[in-house]
């Protein structure tokens, strides 16, 4: 027999798996123990809201009964497809992986072409643009296996269930490795110092199922035949043919979006975000947010937050928001060329840095950037490097970082010194809204952190300070596909795929789109 049951338990409770598993038996009116008992979460959620944090938890008990398997997914269930028709495969990222390993399920070979490193080769060149300011074009925080999502908080969460089936994706990475905790909650998360090993084990498998994965290997043209894409030629000058190509480059290729305009490949400039990296230290968001002294206690996770403020300026209206909270994590440099200051956050899995940081953004609309509209498709993405320039400059030209403290930056005034961070590089004072921002963004950002401040009490505060500029927020850029085959509207052959296209905005949202891309493009070409 299985009961599924609710309860609202303490954290004490909730995180602890003997009291856990008393005090289900309690709420059944179960006394002592018995082998022929399993009790597990199913579901399980933090709830702030009051003084005292209760957490939300679903439970499954199986009695007299095998519980039913936690997933379905194995890493021993791919078939062999070393001598079956190939699939093209641009980009390792979480689309790309996924696509590939959906092409094995369906019978193709996918031959994944990535211009990056694989994630051990990836770390020298980390450590480089930490250490030594020196960014590799081709291998740095968002380029090489795994994408941005291998250096990232590895954040699960998405509200995109329409695009597929967020469970299956999920399984899958525990098949893969991370922990069953994904499965149980409602914010999930992997860790930054978790998802090299997980990327590499997705690796293996396509490897061991007969697929192909070319690291260091640039796309630098594309085999077209009339309106149909027939493959890609790399580099090395190398022509691979296919069935078709999934293009799933990420946001950050920037000449990729070249390549395709100037093929007269149809692309389209696409609104964005812009910003900054706000961070606070940990202890301060959590008083905040679990109404504490700061000591959240031994079993809640370090806390984090949500916010979104419409702003006004010009007589448009505009969203601010948070985007990519870290809890108990770092920020890093996220450039991919020389010569551009970009940063990003991310979290370990046991978030126990004693900062927080979150990217606070407004959206960018391709009206409020008149001037670059001589730039046509590319407009957006000509204002993002040339924001990011700026960046670099007033920084020192290095990726040293421009940044201010919270309230000096809302009051419009310099900030003496700054805090301590969790950039590695390095932070200079800078005046961030006259020299690094956009007078329409700083202006929005300034109204959205008085908002905040507001919601959050004690959030705006000098304790805290902003860090320049974030920026890769999502593609500024949108390769077009139609909305029932995926396929390009113009060049048969060709699904653009993922963030870099503009269709997914995380790790999730980006591997369920790769698995239909190649679910399209089998079922058409296949």
Known sequence: MKKEIQLRLSPEVAFDSEN???????????????????????????????????????????????????????????????????????????????????????????????????????RRDLAAINKEHIVNPESNYCFGEGGAGTYSDGKLYTRSKKRGDVRRVLEILVAHGAREDILVDAHPHIGT???????????????????????????????????????????DGEKILGLGVIL????????????????????????????????????????????????????????SYALVQQTMYDGKQRGVFSFCMCPGGFIVPAATAPGELVVNGMSPSRRDSKFANSGIVAAVELEDIP?????????????????????????????????????????????????ETSYQPGLKS???????????????????????????????TNDAQIIGVESRTSSPVRVPREKESFEHPI?????????????????????????????KLLEKYG
């Open 430 to 460: 800078v005046d961030m809204g006259k020299e690094v921002l956009p007078d329409f963004v700083a202006d929005r950002l300034r109204n959205a952190f008085k908002g905040f401040g507001k919601k959050m009490r004690g959030y705006l």
């Open 371 to 419: 001037h670059y509209q001589k730039y046509g498709e590319l407009a957006a993405m000509m204002f993002q490097a040339d924001v990011e320039k700026a960046a670099w400059e007033s920084g020192g030209k290095t990726q040293v970082a421009p940044a201010q403290r919270l309230v000096d930056f809302v009051n419009g005034r310099s900030s003496m010194d700054l805090l």
């Open 193 to 235: 110092n978790k998802l090299p090993k997980l990327v590499a084990d997705l690796r293996q498998s396509i490897l061991n199922a007969g697929g192909e994965i070319l690291f260091n290997t640039k796309v630098t043209d594309f085999i077209l035949d009339g309106n149909e894409m027939k493959g890609v030629v790399t580099k």
């Open 248 to 303: 799933a480059t990420g946001h950050s290729a920037r000449d990729i979006f070249h390549l395709l305009k100037e093929k007269e490949i149809l692309i389209e400039a696409k609104p964005f975000a812009l910003g900054v990296r706000v961070e606070h230290s940990q202890e301060l968001i959590d008083k905040i947010q679990y109404h504490c002294s700061g000591n959240r206690g031994a079993y809640l996770p370090a806390s």
């Open 20 to 122: 856990f598993e008393l005090a289900v038996k309690k709420s059944l009116g179960i006394q002592g123990t018995d082998d022929r008992i399993v009790i597990r979460q199913a579901k399980r959620s933090i709830d702030a809201r009051g003084k005292q944090v209760k957490i939300n938890v679903s439970a499954e008990v199986f009695i007299n009964e095998e519980p039913s398997p936690r997933i379905a997914a194995s890493k021993d269930y791919y078939r062999n497809v070393s001598n079956s028709d190939p699939v093209i495969i641009v980009g390792a990222g979480p689309a790309g992986l996924f696509a590939a390993l959906r092409c094995i399920e369906l019978g193709a070979k996918p031959i994944v072409i990535e211009r990056g490193k694989d994630v051990r080769e990836r």
């Open 491 to 519: 060049i048969a052959g060709l699904y653009p795929c993922g963030e870099g296209a503009g269709y997914a905005g995380g790790i999730v949202s980006a591997a369920m789109d790769g698995e239909r891309c190649a679910e």
